[in-house]
Structures are given as C-alpha cells and as structure tokens.
C-alpha cells in the first residue's frame, strides 16, 4: 500500500485486528521511508455499485460520503462513531444485497433515514432537513409533528 505522507509505493504492516463487529480488518502500517504509521482498514465488497444521482449522472459508490453525512447530521450528538460506523455497514449490506449494480441515490437516502430514525432523533430531523429540500419554517413544524405521531403510536 502506498504511505499517504510520502508517497513510497511499500509499507509495511505492523498489526492486524478484525473491528468490534468483524465487518472489516484493521491494520497499522508503517512506511519504511519517512517511518510515519497510519491505519487502513480492509472490507469485503461483493460488487462495484453506481450511484444515479438527479439526472441520471453518475459516479461510483463511496461508503465513506454516507459516514460523512450522518456524522454530519449527528454532530454533537450523543451517538459515537463506532456505532455510526455499524450503521453505515448495516446500510452497504442492505444496498449489496439487492444484486442491482446501480443504485439511485434517492435509495441511498432512505436507507440513511431509517438508520437515522433508530439512531437519534435530532440528526434524523438534520438529515431529514437536507434530504427533503425543507424550504420554510412550516416544513420543520410538518416533519416533527409527523415524527411525534409515529412515536406516540409507537409507545
């Protein structure tokens, strides 16, 4: 693997774990150049996926945009990102099982949302505020009121 710092085309690895939820294996590394360590993480893939965005653009799959936006959504919230992480595994699993090699990112969306809704409540509205297009005040007030209705049928 190439060392992000210097650019050496051989590092070395120095450890090797599988994460908390066996999903993906951890390695330290270490560049025999400039002697920096990083961390690479190796995860199973059962197939390249294409997003289609809005007008039938598209552009390969990027688990970590979908870490990006949650962590986004959730910032300064209580939820860790060891457990966005496992959300994020969770929504990829859902995405490959399908066996489709081109996702519409408006899937993508609502595979985020219901992990989202499960995880807290504040980044699902945050997200949820992106995703829809809310445009006025009103379409905060609509969202939350629809959110209060689904929770107190819940209860």
Known sequence: MKCPF???DETQVKDSRPTEDNTAIRRRRECPSCEQRFTSFERVQ???????KAGERKQPFDRDKIIKSMQIALQKRPVDLEVI??????IVRNLESRGEAEIKSGLIGEEVMKALVNLDTVGYI???SVYKDFREPSD???FVEE????QAKSK
């Open 126 to 128: 945050r997200y949820a």
């Open 140 to 142: 905060f007030n609509a």
């Open 46 to 52: 059962l197939r390249e996926m294409t997003v289609v």
């Open 6 to 8: 210097c650019g050496h």
């Open 147 to 150: 959110i209060k209705q689904i």
């Open 85 to 90: 992480e496992k959300a994020v595994t969770q």
